[in-house]
């Protein structure tokens, strides 16, 4: 039995559109920020047992169907683990074919349009690799779960590069600076829905591929070079491009979702008054000190400095007041709320819309996939069944 935790990350150059669906190679490299995990996680435990009669899952407190990508997942660390066990005479019992089964539970709303599954096919490859001894990067088996699960494999600022092999053996993630490269970076997420979304993101992908120009375009001729231009971003603790960036990432994501045909929205009011917003707020200052990001939900992904962060919590506070007590409403990480000056909020120009915004979650960047060793912390009994 093992047990592991990995975190949520957030693109900020975004996947969008696969080359390959069975594979899950994408059509254009992405970049993302990995989240802390004391803030947001899944939590995996994997059994594995001789007297098991099939590969069982649990999710959230539900038996679910073990899926086609879970399959892959399961397939690509068995095959991994044999590998391993044939060139290393390592006297360690052989596995791979007695079947398994999964316990998996989130810290937060699976609905919330919060890269669940990204957290939790990155928990059930770092829990089958510690089980199996799998070693090396675990990267392209996450991707075979989920895309973006392949970022959740690291901490930190993640690449995820499509690569060139038509195998997908080069589609992985890559590191390009560690979580304490940037201490001052901060994350707060708007939960403004937690409903479920009427187009999933695979859904929207397929038939963005299938008739939006605009996204090969990006592809080809956009991503390439903010890629580049991020990264260095990144490297330099350059916010202002950074945060630049990010929001244009955004932009033209969805601006490629409304020139896919049908039309895909998932923005809704109170994400576009976030974005002007944002937006007013950065031309008080004369330079960005506030960035929007939006996947393919309504839910906004707001990145700042820790110089900013009170000062925005107070805004985020008089733009959307809600019902629910402080506590309730902003979770994560503890924050200190500065009360803006009157004339940045008469620059703002904010007209108050009560418990338009659920919840929010303050966070910052964090590590990748760890394994617990408390047995104490496994979500699955000595028998292998939820607890």
Not at 73 to 101: A, Q, V
Not at 261 to 288: A, C, E, F, K, Q
Not at 326 to 338: E, I, K, L
Not at 340 to 366: R, W
């Amino acid at each position: 039995m093992a047990t592991a935790r990995a975190p949520v990350n957030i693109a900020v150059v975004k996947y969008w559109g696969k080359t390959n669906e069975e594979l899950i190679i994408p059509a254009n490299d992405s970049l993302s920020l990995t989240l802390h995990i004391d803030h947001l996680c899944a939590k995996t435990t994997v059994a594995v047992g001789r007297d098991f009669k099939e590969d069982r899952i649990w999710l959230n407190g539900k038996e679910e169907r073990v899926t086609t990508r879970i399959q892959n997942c399961l397939l690509e660390i068995r095959k991994r683990s044999r590998e391993f066990m044939h060139m290393h005479n390592t006297g360690l019992p052989d596995y791979s074919d007695w079947h398994l089964h999964i316990c998996s539970v989130n810290n937060f709303p699976t609905a919330a349009g919060l890269a669940s599954s990204a957290a939790g096919y990155a928990c059930l490859v770092k829990s089958l690799g510690t089980l199996f001894h799998v070693k090396g990067d675990l990267s392209a088996i996450a991707r075979r779960g989920s895309g973006s699960a392949c970022r959740s494999m690291y901490g930190g600022f993640v690449a995820w590069l499509k690569g060139l092999r038509q195998d997908g053996k080069d589609s992985v993630a890559k590191q390009i600076a560690p979580e304490n490269h940037w201490p001052e970076m901060r994350i707060v997420l708007l939960v403004v829905s937690d409903v479920k979304k009427d187009t999933g993101s695979t859904q929207g992908m397929e038939l963005s591929m299938l008739t939006s120009s605009l996204l090969e375009y990006r592809a080809t001729k956009v991503v390439p070079q903010r890629m580049k231009d991020i990264t260095e971003a990144i490297v330099n603790r350059n916010f202002h491009k950074f945060a630049e960036i990010t929001m244009q990432e955004s932009n033209q994501l969805h601006a490629v979702c409304l020139d896919t045909y049908p039309p895909i929205r998932y923005m809704n009011l109170v994400s576009w008054d976030i974005v002007h917003l944002v937006h007013r707020y950065n031309r008080y200052y004369g330079t960005n000190k506030l960035a929007y990001s939006f996947d393919a939900g309504p839910n906004a992904c707001l990145f700042m400095l820790e110089d900013s962060l009170s000062e925005v919590l107070s805004i985020v506070q008089h733009a959307f007041p809600s019902s629910l007590g402080n506590s309730d409403f902003f979770r994560g990480a503890p924050a200190v709320r500065s009360k803006p000056p009157m004339e940045l909020l008469e620059h703002l120009n904010i007209t108050p819309q009560p418990d338009a915004v659920k919840f929010s979650i303050v966070t910052n960047v964090g590590c990748g996939p760890v394994s617990v060793d408390d047995p104490e912390e496994h979500i699955l009994d000595i028998h292998g069944f939820p607890r």
